[in-house]
C-alpha cells in the first residue's frame, strides 16, 4: 500500500447513516394493498430491511402470509421500484449526528464511501435529497458491481474506486450482512444498534458499537490505529 494513501470510512445507508424504514415500508404497504392485503405495522417490517427491495417483498409477502412465484415477485419488484424512487425521502431522515461525523472524518483526512444493498440509482438520488451527495468518493448499490453485500468484493470493490485501499478501511454498519461483509473483506467493522436487525448487532461479531454518531470518530480512531502505526 502507498504510504500516503489516505483512510477510508465506508458507510451502509439503510438503518445506518438514514432512517429510511418509513418510507421504503410505506411502499410495501403500497404494494400489499394492490393485492390485497393487510399493510404491516412498521416496528414489523423494519428489520426486513437491509437485503434490497426485493428481499422486503419476499419477507413482506411471506409475513402477510403469500407466497410469490419468481415471476410475480419481478413484477412487484419493478412497481415496488418506481413508488420507492418517487416517494424515496418523504419521511426519512438522516440519524442524529451524522453530518458531524462525516465533517470530523473529512477534516482528518478520511475518503468517505457508501456500500448499500440498494440499486445505485436510488442510493444516489436519496443521499442527494438527504443534501449529502458531495461526500461521497463513491456510491456503489447492489447493482454497481456483478457482487453484492454479503460478498466481499462490494465492499473492496467500493474502497477501490473511492481511492482507499482495504488496509486503511473501516466499514460502519447496522446489520448481519454488513458486519459479515467486513469481516470477509477483513476490515475492521462497527455498528450502530439503531438500525433494522432482529438480532442485537453486538450479539453478531462487530468490533465495536457505538450509540450515538457522536462517538464515531473515536472509535474509529480506536480501531485504526493499530493499523495506522
Ligand atoms: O435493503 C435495502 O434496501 C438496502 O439496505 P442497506 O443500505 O442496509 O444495505
Ligand atoms: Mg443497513
Redesign the pocket.
Known amino acids: 500500500m502507498a504510504i500516503h494513501t489516505p483512510p477510508i470510512a465506508v458507510f ?5 447513516l438514514a432512517d ?1 424504514a418509513a418510507d ?1 415500508v410505506a411502499t410495501l404497504n403500497v404494494i400489499l394493498a394492490q393485492e390485497g392485503l393487510s399493510p404491516l405495522p412498521l416496528a414489523k417490517a423494519r428489520d426486513m ?5 426485493k ?2 417483498i419476499e419477507r413482506g409477502f411471506e409475513a402477510a402470509g403469500k407466497e410469490l412465484t419468481a415471476g410475480h415477485l419481478d413484477r412487484l419488484f419493478e412497481q415496488f421500484m418506481v413508488h420507492y424512487s418517487e416517494n424515496i425521502c418523504v419521511r426519512t431522515e438522516l440519524f442524529p449526528g451524522v453530518k458531524g461525523a462525516l465533517d470530523r472524518l473529512e477534516s482528518a483526512g478520511f475518503i468517505l464511501a457508501v ?4 440499486v445505485e440509482e ?2 444516489v438520488k436519496l443521499l442527494d435529497e438527504l443534501g449529502l451527495g458531495h461526500r461521497f468518493a463513491a456510491n456503489c448499490g ?1 447493482d454497481t458491481f456483478p457482487y453484492f ?1 454479503p460478498d466481499a468484493r462490494h465492499l473492496t470493490l467500493t474502497i477501490e474506486r473511492a481511492g482507499g485501499h482495504p488496509g486503511r478501511a473501516v466499514m460502519v ?3 448481519r ?2 458486519i459479515v461483509t467486513a469481516q470477509n473483506a477483513r476490515i475492521p467493522v462497527i455498528a450502530v444498534p439503531f ?2 436487525t432482529e438480532i442485537p448487532v453486538h450479539q453478531l461479531g462487530p468490533d465495536m458499537v457505538i450509540d450515538h454518531f457522536d462517538e464515531l470518530f473515536a472509535a474509529v480512531q480506536d480501531l485504526m490505529t493499530p493499523l495506522a502505526a
Not at 430491511?49 to 427491495?53: K, S, W, Y
Not at 456500500?115 to 440498494?118: A, D, I, L, R, Y
Open positions: 451502509d445507508l439503510d438503518g445506518t429510511t421504503l430491511i437491509g437485503a434490497g427491495a428481499a422486503l456500500c448499500t444493498n440498494k436510488h442510493s447492489r453485500k454498519g447496522d446489520s450482512t454488513d438500525g433494522y
